[in-house]
């Protein structure tokens, strides 16, 4: 009986003493930040094309691109009016900037992507179908400049049929504010 009452003590000054350390070890690690990792890039804003600065490799370049992108980390959202010619249309599209697969649907498909940080880029990896049903892959790479004034997006876009690469400039648009 003593022995069991020893031991219960035992046991139980090892999990206090264990449970002290731990509160104060559990803060002091958490509060290190590692240096080197660089803080994620805030794209929320509004945003217009530079047509002279954006490159459609060859593909009908539209006359007006305007994007509203509201961004709450891991959540972005993206709001596209897009004109070309006399024909207008609107997509919205959202991502989950951990890494967490999202759906949208582009252009009439299914699309899943995927966005994730590179450093302070962010990168957006999106699987869906052509309008031929083959498979086409895209990567977006999010950058904005160092006024962050203006944003860029490089985009490889692999089908079956090859690649091609695009570049969409876009400036900040400060109307109504």
Request: net charge negative; proline share 3%; hydrophobic share 35%.
């Amino acid at each position: 009986m003593m022995f069991f009452d020893l031991k219960s003590r035992l046991t139980r000054r090892g999990l206090l003493l264990a449970a002290a350390c731990g509160a104060i070890l559990v803060p002091a690690l958490a509060s290190q930040q590692t240096p080197d990792e660089p803080a994620h890039t805030n794209f929320s804003g509004r945003w217009r094309m530079v047509k002279s600065q954006s490159d459609f490799a060859g593909f009908d370049m539209p006359d007006i691109i305007v994007q509203v992108i509201d961004q709450h980390d891991p959540t972005l959202n993206v709001h596209t009016i897009q004109t070309t010619r006399d024909k207008t249309t609107t997509a919205d599209v959202s991502y989950f900037t951990d890494g967490t697969p999202s759906n949208n649907v582009i252009s009439g498909r299914n699309a899943e992507s995927k966005a994730f940080w590179d450093g302070a880029d962010l990168v957006v990896r999106t699987k869906m179908k052509t309008s031929k049903g083959e498979d086409q892959v895209i990567e977006d790479r999010w950058q904005l400049s160092e006024n962050k004034q203006t944003l860029t997006r490089t985009s490889h876009i692999e089908t079956g049929h090859g690649q091609v690469d695009m570049k969409l400039v876009c400036e900040r648009d400060n109307v109504g504010g």
